[in-house]
């Protein structure tokens, strides 16, 4: 049997398996894997095909380190543990609780299953019972809301389901669904520790459990306790370093990761949407926009993940894109999160915050979680000039994740804004260690050290020089990194980051200000320095242009002709007619 054939088999069990423990995003999320892999040659018909789609460009474009077997190639992989059912007795008790949970009347699904024992049974139980918990501390989010959304409320179920799991786990009566809640409830608690251990022998036991996979990633916060982990090499574990190197801003490993996978699901719209995420994280934005454009075709209907998208746009400044994309989320499902988030950049974009904010708000109210809308809410209040409520959301964005280098960016901003240039040192400072490669960032933190108050020009170049290694497409680090030089009366480094800046905008075909500036100064630099040639050149350029520097390049021209000896004066209209 090949590799393809056996990880279909054990996805389809898996599907099975996740869907009747009521783990229904797990289930989509295997779901789509096993119609992202290739189907084999001999079984590749017309009317098996999903969509037709294997001569793609974009597949071809993007798919790089192509394998044949499952990923990554020459790697010994554990075999995946079968589930033992034990529901033969009780079957009746365990299908009328799950009609209840279905229908989210998950008090009556623990009530029906208050007497059984079987592992299926207890492990239903326990979730119906945290989930009615997590209702009602919604609700009770909703009536005592603070501001922004804060709220005291908990969980109330949370100590009973840590005592019985507790015992359950001590007494080795517990399946893999029954830890995976276990570790949700330790995590839930603060005991993070025990959180992950739990959560390590869930996936070990039954890999295919992608909820149990992404709370085990939001306990790894840093590279070593990821290290540290005792994983099982079974193939779904390189679904979990990918996801989890791009949460840790590993963005090169994760693309490589991602790319790698893509070889087995060939047609996966996770994988192509997860790839687009990691390339938009390199701010590669050509090729995200291809990339999601693809998925679109293929998935029209696709909500998940083009939140990204709208982002890139809104960089873009693409107005009718974004316009196009917003109304076709409206039309397939309102009220989602990426739904209201992609609308609030569009009313962003055009300049309407308030509105925008309205839609990030609404973003919010159907997930408080919801990272990217606390941000760009944010983003929204400080172009209102509303910097406390932009200091909070900010805040709010940096509690649920506090890797955000966008919110502590953001903090920066607020706090620069209100004249305190020490707090937003240090928030620039957390949004550079989060994000060393983002030249926006060490620009911000550079201005930051030239302010009136702090002034601090050497900490500022050294800013700038980060910032022109980081490919600062603004062109603002060469430009500011010849200014200070120059107001240190440091003249040889300033005409070096002088040329290489005129060299750019040559380069790009630039025009303005910055170019007459660096012109000016090399010229008087080279005439300074005797470089009398070299000066010329800047000189006859600077003839080209009209007002003031016209007439100074003209006059360093006739005396760059009366110092040179044996160079007889003449009128400086005789080089350039």
Same mark, same amino acid.
């Given at each position: 049997m090949s590799s393809k054939e056996s990880c279909r088999i054990e996805l389809r069990t898996a599907i099975r398996q996740l869907s009747d423990r009521c783990l229904y995003s797990a289930s989509k999320w295997a779901a789509e894997q096993l119609v992202g892999i290739e189907q084999d040659p001999a079984k590749f018909t017309p009317s098996n095909t999903r969509f037709q789609r294997g001569s793609s460009s974009i597949r071809r474009r993007f798919r790089t380190n192509e394998i044949t077997s499952t990923p990554p190639t020459g790697v010994a992989y554990v075999s995946t543990p079968v589930m033992e059912e034990d529901e033969a007795i009780h079957g009746d008790f365990y299908l009328l609780a799950k009609s209840y949970f279905d229908c989210r009347e998950y008090r009556r699904a623990a009530h029906v299953l208050r007497d059984q024992t079987g592992k299926k049974s207890v492990f239903l139980r326990c979730y +119906?019972?945290?989930?009615? #918990?997590?209702?009602?501390?919604?609700?009770?989010?909703?009536?005592?809301?603070?501001?922004?959304?804060?709220?005291?409320?908990?969980?109330?179920?949370?100590?009973?389901?840590?005592?019985?799991?507790a015992t359950l786990?001590?007494?080795?009566?517990?399946?893999?669904?029954?830890?995976?809640?276990? &570790?949700?409830?330790?995590?839930?608690?603060?005991?993070?520790?025990?959180?992950?251990?739990v959560l390590v022998e869930s996936v070990n036991s039954y890999p295919w459990n992608w909820s149990a996979w992404s709370e085990l990633q939001s306990l790894c916060t840093t590279v070593d306790i990821l290290n540290g982990l005792n994983l099982s090499n079974h193939w779904m574990k390189e679904f979990f370093l990918a996801s989890i190197y791009q949460e840790l801003r590993m963005h090169n490993e994760s693309l490589s990761k991602y790319e790698n996978l893509q070889g087995m699901f060939t047609f996966s719209n996770y994988i192509q949407a997860q790839i687009a995420k990691a390339r938009y994280s390199l701010r590669e934005f050509e090729q995200v926009e291809v990339i999601f454009e693809d998925l679109l075709r293929n998935d029209p209907y696709r909500v998940e993940d083009m939140d990204t998208y709208s982002n890139v746009l809104y960089t873009k400044e693409c107005f009718s894109a974004l316009s196009y994309l917003a109304h076709r989320v409206i039309m397939t499902d309102k009220y989602r999160p990426e739904s209201c988030c992609i609308i609030g950049?569009?009313?962003?974009?055009? &300049?309407?915050?308030?509105?925008?904010?309205?839609?990030?708000r609404r973003a919010l109210k159907l997930n408080k979680n919801y990272l990217s809308a606390w941000t760009l809410m944010g983003h929204e209040y400080v172009e209102m000039k509303n910097t406390p409520a932009a200091v909070d959301?900010?805040?709010?964005?940096?509690?649920?994740?506090?890797?955000?280098?966008?919110?502590?960016? #953001?903090? &920066?901003?607020a706090y620069e804004m209100m004249?305190?240039?020490?707090?937003?040192?240090?928030?620039?400072?957390?949004?550079?260690?989060?994000?060393?490669?983002?030249?926006?960032?060490?620009?911000?933190?550079?201005?930051?050290?030239?302010?009136?108050?702090?002034?601090?020009?050497?900490? +500022?170049?050294?800013?700038?020089?980060?910032?022109?290694?980081c490919n600062d497409t603004e062109a603002i680090a060469l430009h500011r990194l010849a200014m200070l030089h120059r107001e240190l009366d440091q003249p040889e480094e300033a005409a070096f980051y002088y040329k290489k800046d005129l060299e750019r905008m040559e380069a790009e075909e630039r025009e303005g200000p910055n170019l007459v500036e660096a012109l000016m100064f090399l010229a008087t630099h080279c005439k300074t320095q005797k470089k009398f040639e070299e000066a010329e050149v800047y000189c006859t350029r600077l003839l080209d242009y009209t007002g003031p520097e016209?007439?100074?390049?003209?006059?360093l021209l006739r005396g760059m002709r009366i110092a040179q000896s044996g160079f007889p004066s003449m009128d400086v209209e005789h080089f350039h007619p």
């Open positions: +119906a019972l945290y989930l009615a #918990g997590e209702k009602r501390k919604e609700e009770e989010m909703i009536e005592l809301e603070g501001p922004l959304g804060k709220s005291d409320a908990v969980n109330r179920e949370l100590v009973s389901l840590e005592r019985e799991l786990c001590k007494n080795n009566t517990i399946d893999p669904f029954g830890l995976y809640l276990y &570790g949700l409830v330790l995590k839930e608690k603060g005991n993070e520790n025990l959180a992950r251990k950049n569009y009313y962003s974009l055009k &300049g309407q915050h308030e509105k925008s904010v309205v839609y990030f959301a900010y805040r709010r964005a940096v509690d649920i994740n506090p890797r955000d280098y966008r919110a502590w960016y #953001g903090l &920066g901003q004249g305190m240039p020490h707090y937003a040192l240090h928030y620039f400072r957390k949004s550079v260690f989060f994000q060393p490669i983002d030249s926006r960032l060490w620009i911000a933190m550079a201005q930051c050290y030239e302010s009136e108050q702090l002034h601090m020009l050497e900490e +500022a170049i050294k800013c700038y020089k980060r910032a022109a290694n016209r007439e100074t390049a003209k006059s």
